[in-house]
């Protein structure tokens, strides 16, 4: 390895390269420049108006697998789905929000008001703050590298702790100046990024979180390095963008860490043979980065209809071994945990790596194009029932939790998250079933109904009155958890009558109560909030009805609503829609309102 030259400075006697000054200068330059970019593409001709979107909608903003029969709802639904600055036409396949919105009723689409500008975070991330700062003091800094740890490590574990502090350590005695060139870009940058994501866990640090992700950007050479680090570094940017809205494209960050996994062979089981302690632990963080990037790469493929960029049938790589991190950076604890054994760091993401696998086959089986043409109405309910049967025991089989030193500041690795997400799984295995006029069974309508409640009220008791923060991510499956259980009960109506009202009530108060606490914290979540509010109220209503003997009529008639209680509904779901949520809520908010309307005048 060549060595820098250095000079020493006689000021302030630290030692810097010969060309610390020329290319201290080219970096101030291209953070100008990059600042000066993002406000200028903020503000770009370039950039959609209302107005453009519905011309360039017309000529096909969004492409889908559809029949051309756009509406102003899918439409918008579609903006839910990618929240981009993009002019280009951009592909949303059949598990996306915008292609569900096609299969559903459209009667409320003809009445979806066009909005005379959008709200803020329909088409743009939020432009970064240029500002920097220092790392933080060692109290504080151990305090967000703590809550990175213990509420991201567990489910996403690409990066090695052990690692991590000696840096950690090793900065803390040096010069804390961001733009000291003669400190080690790479441990910079994760450290830097750490921290910005530890900060956004808690509730105090949100500013803080911004600037030192952006003092981060001072050291993305690791991103040219194609190696392990770079996707790791790629990785950390993921973590960022789940949690704010300040960082890129969820879904183009992951798949460069994907693609980069693939050109260094990581989705291939490793011929090296295992002896020596720095090859173990290199090919262990290894697999856990590779299933790291596929585990979320499934996740938002799932999200947005997209192709998989890796199907599960070209990955033989092995999960990572069940094992702790040994103290020493270059070794694991101990030899792999048995099935009796108690859990260690790794057991709960192994569990997690299960679950998306499970993703990939409900993606590859119910939601593409040639496996549906191919498969007849047998083989599509047997793959739904062998699917089922895996989820189950996938639950069946969760592990134990793992005890906590420090505040809950996430829901993973509790005995909440598996049910959540089992019962989140139900709804993806069913969806496309839930359509009206499709004859699907009433099991079905059950089983979902029984899914969207569990979901309900698990949020109600983990994000009311607790310190765990509320993300995009909750905001949406309570909405989507909220809309399925209202659709089925409209669209079911033998179901329904098995479900007491008083059920009923506290379901939709569980959802309703998430809402509001969300809304209070982030005032953009209200439209939300509003419109599931006025939802229930119509669905109570029904219930009342049904129980009293009143026909509820099959037929969709506008006339249920006053005209009023119609152009409220409609502007809430204009509302919900500008928002940019991407996920599955909006089809069946751009579905199921056809029973909501029908409610017969006469009751």
């Known amino acids: 390895m060549s060595s820098a030259c250095l000079f020493e400075d006689p000021d302030t006697r630290k030692r810097r390269p010969r060309n610390y000054l020329e290319t201290l200068e080219a970096r101030v330059a291209f953070l100008e420049g990059g600042t000066q970019n993002s406000q200028t593409e903020a503000s770009s001709p370039y950039l959609p108006t209302p107005g453009?979107?519905?011309?360039?909608?017309?000529?096909g903003?969004?492409?889908?697998?559809?029949?051309?029969?756009?509406?102003?709802?899918?439409l918008q639904a579609g903006l839910l789905d990618v929240r981009t600055t993009q002019t280009e036409p951009q592909y949303l396949g059949s598990s996306s929000t915008f292609a569900f919105s096609h299969i559903v009723n459209s009667s409320l689409s003809r009445h979806v008001p066009e909005r005379s500008k959008p709200l803020p975070g329909l088409l743009t991330r939020r432009v970064p703050s240029p500002t920097m700062c220092f790392l933080p003091d060692h109290d504080l800094a151990l305090i967000l590298s703590k809550a990175y740890f213990e509420n991201i490590q567990p489910q996403y574990p690409f990066l090695h702790e052990p690692t991590f502090r000696l840096w950690e350590k090793k900065l803390a005695t040096q010069s804390q100046d961001v733009t000291d060139l003669s400190l080690n870009?790479?441990?910079?940058?994760?450290?830097n990024m750490v921290y910005a994501v530890g900060a956004l866990l808690l509730p105090t640090y949100q500013s803080l979180a911004e600037q030192l992700y952006n003092s981060a950007q001072l050291y993305s050479d690791v991103l040219s390095l194609d190696n392990l680090e770079t996707i790791q570094?790629?990785?950390?940017?993921?973590?960022?963008?789940?949690?704010?809205?300040?960082?890129?494209?969820?879904?183009k960050v992951t798949g460069l860490a994907l693609r980069q996994c693939i050109e260094l062979g990581y989705h291939r089981k490793s011929k090296r043979r295992l002896g020596r302690a720095y090859e173990d632990i290199h090919i262990q963080i290894r697999r856990r980065t590779f299933w790291c990037a596929y585990s979320i790469e499934c996740m938002v493929s799932?999200?947005?209809?997209?192709?998989?960029?890796?199907?599960?049938?070209?990955?033989s790589a092995e999960f990572p071994n069940d094992v702790g991190d040994s103290p020493s950076p270059n070794a694991v604890q101990g030899t792999p945990r048995s099935p009796h054994d108690p859990p260690t760091s790794m057991t709960n993401a192994i569990h997690v790596f299960r679950l998306r696998c499970i993703w990939a086959r409900i993606h590859q089986y119910l939601y593409s194009e040639n496996e549906l043409d191919s498969a007849d109405d047998a083989t599509h309910r047997s793959r739904i029932e062998g699917l089922r049967a895996e989820l189950d025991e996938w639950l069946a089989s969760a592990p134990e939790v793992l005890p906590r030193t420090g505040h809950t500041l996430s829901i993973f690795s509790t005995r909440a998250w598996y049910e959540l997400n089992y019962n989140y799984t139900v709804l993806h295995l069913y969806r496309t079933q839930l359509a009206e006029g499709r004859g699907s069974a009433d099991a079905i309508f059950s089983d979902c109904l029984k899914a969207a409640k569990g979901i309900c009220s698990q949020y109600r008791r983990l994000y009311v009155g607790t310190p765990v923060r509320h993300t995009w991510g909750t905001l949406r499956c309570i909405f989507f958890a909220g809309l399925v259980y209202l659709h089925c009960l409209w669209t079911a109506p033998r179901v329904c009558d098995t479900i007491q009202y008083d059920d009923v009530s506290r379901t939709c108060t569980d959802a309703t109560?998430?809402?509001?606490?969300?809304?209070?914290?982030?005032?953009?979540?209200?439209?939300?909030?509003?419109?599931?509010?006025?939802?229930?109220?119509?669905?109570?209503?029904?219930?009342?009805?049904?129980?009293?003997?009143?026909?509820?009529?099959?037929t969709p008639l506008a006339s249920a609503f006053t005209s009023t209680e119609q152009e409220t509904l409609t502007q809430q779901m204009a509302d919900v829609a500008d928002l940019g949520m991407s996920g599955e809520m909006e089809a069946l908010l751009a579905g199921f309102m056809d029973e909501f309307i029908s409610f017969d005048a006469s009751s």
């Open 61 to 74: 903003t969004f492409i889908s697998d559809e029949e051309d029969r756009g509406t102003d709802l899918s």
């Open 513 to 554: 109560m998430v809402l509001v606490v969300i809304a209070q914290a982030w005032e953009e979540a209200a439209p939300y909030r509003d419109l599931f509010e006025g939802l229930v109220n119509r669905t109570m209503t029904m219930i009342v009805s049904r129980n009293n003997g009143a026909h509820v009529s099959s």
């Open 233 to 251: 570094a790629l990785l950390c940017y993921a973590m960022y963008s789940l949690r704010s809205p300040v960082g890129p494209s969820l879904w």
């Open 302 to 315: 799932l999200w947005l209809g997209r192709p998989l960029s890796l199907q599960l049938h070209d990955v």
């Open 52 to 59: 453009a979107q519905q011309q360039s909608s017309q000529h």
């Open 185 to 191: 870009s790479v441990p910079l940058f994760f450290v």
